[in-house]
């Protein structure tokens, strides 16, 4: 056997520049911290989280054919191949945890913006109620007050300045504060005025305040999302050259241990003729999943993928099983289900169909923590949607790809954190959500 020294010397053994560039030695743990904080880095000043492009030596069949004549060389080889297939396995592993824990973030950065866009809208909307009780305690004072001075006759004139609605409680409430007699006879009415202001003001500062914690919030989703794209592209191409080399290198290394007559081209026949049988039987699985969706979909009833007048379309022909907004907590599975429904569940059963729900580009494909696989379509003029829980493999698009309504996207799942197979299906309005009942209702599409 061959010292490393000797092996890196004849360049047969993956060079350590390689073996640290492409494959750094590190556990598990270590891969995943440091896929955490160069996510976190480059998604944050928007870099390429791909890294500097670099040649690996891999050996070509000529080598095979030199080292096939001379043992030392033929084992130097066979080391170098069975590194270089180690490593293409380690870098699958790697980046497949990086994007699952780039996922998983993006998950909890969107949902903690969607809680902040909730509390913002309710807090503003407590702030509206308590401002028209204001107004109306405050003309409330004044009818009092006209009431008084015209029952004491001390200045019948005033029967007329209080005669109108005011037009806001400050406006009013200024005037009735220097009115003793109002103020002596009638401070509960005043007081009640008075507080209702101060409420609305206070709700309005709250309301303020938690608007500037959802657009920061908002920031952060939106680069947890672009970080969560780019480690799901990475993870796809590391898969993708793993696919590309790993048949090549394992045929090599067949070739090298081999001590039949079966020459160099029966091996390159065989990797060819694999390679082919492979790229087949993807194009076939994707073309039975795509024919089951649409099977299931026609089988539903439900007109997933028609397409309206208004150019939009239903998402699923399944029956809604989820409304949106507030809900009972169900735990189960090993998890729990959120207090607040940020969307609509269809259900049309497992890998049914699911539509663009209008024409649009895919900003999002891949994973989404609980949401497990998710796509997300930008439709232009602050509009998006959503479209969670799909099953592994059956997603039909890809991130920058333009779709029409009505087009299949992918297919229904029960990934993340879900209790059975469905489609979740989120609008967005400017980022928030906002309730798809509604929304499609108004456009003539039924969730």
């Given at each position: 056997m061959?010292t490393?020294?000797a092996l890196?010397e004849c360049?047969c053994?993956p060079?350590?520049?390689?073996s640290?560039l492409?494959w750094?030695s590190m556990?598990r743990?270590?891969?995943?911290?440091?896929?955490?904080i160069?996510?976190?880095t480059l998604?944050a000043?928007g870099?390429?989280?791909?890294a500097p492009?670099?040649a690996?030596d891999y050996?070509?069949?000529?080598d095979?054919?030199?080292?096939k004549s001379?043992?030392?060389?033929?084992?130097?080889q066979v080391?170098?191949i069975?590194g270089?297939i180690r490593?293409l396995a380690d870098?699958?592993a790697a980046?497949?945890a990086?994007?699952e824990q780039?996922a998983g973030e993006?998950?909890v950065a969107?949902?903690e913006?969607?809680?902040?866009a909730?509390?913002a809208?309710?807090?503003?909307g407590e702030?509206?109620q308590?401002?028209?009780?204001?107004?109306?305690a405050?003309?409330?004072a004044?009818r009092?007050a006209a009431?008084?001075?015209?029952?004491g006759?001390?200045?019948?004139?005033?029967q007329?300045f209080f005669?109108g609605?005011?037009?806001n409680?400050?406006d009013?409430l200024?005037?009735?504060?220097t009115?003793?007699k109002?103020v002596?006879?009638?401070q509960a009415?005043?007081a009640?005025?008075v507080?209702?202001?101060d409420a609305?003001q206070?709700l309005?500062?709250?309301?303020?305040?938690?608007?500037?914690e959802?657009?920061?919030?908002?920031?952060?989703a939106?680069?947890?999302?672009?970080a969560?794209?780019r480690?799901?592209?990475?993870?796809?191409?590391?898969l993708e050259a793993?696919?590309a080399?790993?048949v090549?290198?394992?045929?090599q290394?067949?070739a090298l241990?081999?001590?039949?007559n079966r020459t160099?081209k029966?091996y390159?026949?065989?990797?060819?003729?694999?390679?082919e049988?492979?790229?087949?039987?993807?194009?076939?699985a994707?073309?039975r999943?795509?024919?089951?969706?649409?099977?299931?979909?026609?089988?539903?009833g439900?007109?997933?993928?028609?397409?309206?007048?208004s150019?939009w379309?239903r998402p699923?022909?399944?029956?809604?099983?989820?409304?949106?907004g507030?809900?009972p907590?169900?735990?189960?599975?090993?998890?729990?289900?959120s207090g607040?429904?940020?969307?609509v569940?269809?259900?049309?059963g497992?890998?049914?169909?699911?539509?663009a729900?209008?024409?649009?580009?895919v900003v999002?494909?891949?994973?989404?923590?609980?949401?497990?696989n998710?796509?997300?379509i930008?439709h232009?003029?602050g509009?998006?949607?959503?479209?969670?829980?799909?099953?592994p493999?059956?997603i039909?698009?890809g991130?920058g790809?333009r779709v029409?309504a009505?087009?299949l996207?992918?297919?229904?799942g029960?990934?993340?954190?879900?209790?059975g197979?469905?489609?979740?299906?989120?609008?967005?309005?400017?980022?928030?959500t906002v309730n798809?009942i509604y929304?499609m209702?108004?456009?003539?599409?039924s969730?």
């Amino acid at each position: 056997m061959e010292t490393d020294d000797a092996l890196d010397e004849c360049g047969c053994a993956p060079s350590p520049r390689e073996s640290r560039l492409l494959w750094p030695s590190m556990s598990r743990r270590g891969a995943l911290g440091l896929g955490a904080i160069g996510l976190a880095t480059l998604g944050a000043i928007g870099g390429p989280l791909i890294a500097p492009a670099f040649a690996v030596d891999y050996p070509s069949w000529d080598d095979v054919v030199r080292a096939k004549s001379n043992q030392a060389a033929k084992q130097a080889q066979v080391t170098k191949i069975q590194g270089l297939i180690r490593a293409l396995a380690d870098d699958v592993a790697a980046k497949k945890a990086a994007a699952e824990q780039a996922a998983g973030e993006f998950y909890v950065a969107q949902q903690e913006y969607f809680d902040a866009a909730y509390r913002a809208e309710q807090l503003q909307g407590e702030a509206d109620q308590q401002a028209r009780a204001a107004v109306d305690a405050a003309n409330k004072a004044g009818r009092v007050a006209a009431q008084l001075y015209r029952n004491g006759g001390d200045d019948t004139s005033l029967q007329l300045f209080f005669a109108g609605s005011a037009a806001n409680a400050d406006d009013l409430l200024a005037r009735l504060g220097t009115m003793d007699k109002l103020v002596e006879r009638n401070q509960a009415v005043y007081a009640e005025a008075v507080t209702a202001r101060d409420a609305a003001q206070s709700l309005s500062n709250l309301a303020e305040e938690q608007r500037i914690e959802r657009d920061r919030l908002q920031k952060i989703a939106e680069e947890k999302m672009i970080a969560s794209q780019r480690a799901a592209d990475e993870a796809q191409a590391a898969l993708e050259a793993q696919r590309a080399k790993q048949v090549e290198l394992k045929a090599q290394l067949a070739a090298l241990t081999d001590n039949t007559n079966r020459t160099v081209k029966q091996y390159q026949a065989g990797v060819r003729a694999r390679e082919e049988a492979e790229r087949r039987a993807r194009e076939e699985a994707e073309r039975r999943a795509r024919e089951e969706a649409e099977k299931l979909n026609q089988g539903g009833g439900g007109g997933g993928g028609s397409v309206g007048g208004s150019g939009w379309a239903r998402p699923s022909a399944g029956w809604r099983s989820s409304g949106y907004g507030p809900r009972p907590v169900t735990c189960g599975n090993g998890y729990c289900s959120s207090g607040f429904h940020a969307g609509v569940d269809l259900a049309a059963g497992c890998g049914a169909g699911i539509y663009a729900a209008s024409a649009g580009v895919v900003v999002y494909a891949g994973g989404n923590g609980g949401y497990g696989n998710y796509i997300k379509i930008d439709h232009g003029g602050g509009i998006g949607t959503g479209y969670a829980h799909i099953r592994p493999g059956g997603i039909f698009v890809g991130y920058g790809q333009r779709v029409s309504a009505g087009q299949l996207i992918a297919s229904e799942g029960n990934t993340g954190s879900s209790f059975g197979c469905h489609l979740h299906f989120e609008v967005y309005v400017n980022g928030g959500t906002v309730n798809p009942i509604y929304f499609m209702g108004d456009r003539g599409i039924s969730v």
